[in-house]
């Protein structure tokens, strides 16, 4: 398995812009988590989906933030409008039941926003 | 909710000396504690976890240790390599939540 793959890997845009994250689960694992991680707030996880529904989206931090899993594959995080301050590594990742199992991380996506 | 305290947040040792980290957690339902490690520019991957049926674990030169009692768990290296040093995390989650909250890592640094 390729594991959980995510993309872009970096992200450079403006202020304003729209930014739109993506990301395929391990096969047969039916939790996505998306983790943002920052120097001063660490891992902070944002969005967590079950069976492709959302179960709790409180850690978004705001209205620009939106997730969407429209099938067991694929999930996506959106930005609308970014601003420098969502400058972050956003990580997703998967399990197999989504409680108390091992999250299998993405290699991440590096997104500045300037 | 879960609040999970991570000590300390750099450590640097000597190569072949042990390693020793801390967390403390708030939520006494927390039954589930990983650890994660994560080396520069790379994504977090699990090296051990304990659940809270037992009270230690162990996995070649790493172990993780319990206290249920005053809500902390350690990480202990024995025998620490260069290529041991990277970002260590520590996490906590309830059965009845599927929240993994993270500590906020220990930057480990070992002096070959």
């Known amino acids: 398995d390729a594991g959980v793959i995510q993309s872009p890997r970096h992200e450079v845009t403006e202020m304003g812009q729209e930014v739109t994250l993506r990301c395929k689960p391990i096969s047969g694992h039916n939790s996505l988590f998306w983790y943002r991680q920052t120097m001063m707030r660490g891992l902070e996880l944002l969005i967590y989906f079950n069976n492709n529904v959302p179960i709790d989206d409180s850690g978004m931090p705001e209205d620009r933030f939106s997730a969407k899993m429209p099938n067991a594959s694929f999930s996506t995080l959106k930005i609308q409008p970014s601003e420098p301050r969502d400058s972050a590594v956003y990580f997703c990742?998967?399990?197999?039941?989504?409680?108390?199992?091992?999250?299998?991380f993405g290699s991440g996506t590096q997104l500045s926003v300037l | 909710g879960e609040n999970v305290e991570q000590h300390p947040s750099t450590l640097s040792v000597q190569e072949g000396d042990s390693a020793v980290i801390k967390c403390t957690y708030s939520d006494s339902a927390s039954n589930y504690f990983p650890w994660y490690k994560q080396e520069l520019g790379k994504r977090p991957q699990l090296i051990i976890d304990i659940r809270s049926n037992v009270g230690e674990k162990k996995d070649q030169r790493i172990a993780v240790t319990l206290n249920k009692t005053a809500k902390h768990f350690s990480l202990h290296i024995t025998e620490t390599q260069p290529e041991d040093s990277a970002v260590y995390f520590c996490?906590?989650?309830?059965?009845?939540?599927?929240?993994?909250?993270f500590g906020s890592g220990t930057r480990l640094l070992v002096r070959p």
């Open positions: 990742a998967s399990s197999r039941q989504g409680l108390n199992e091992k999250l299998f």
């Open positions: 996490a906590a989650s309830a059965d009845s939540s599927y929240k993994l909250i």
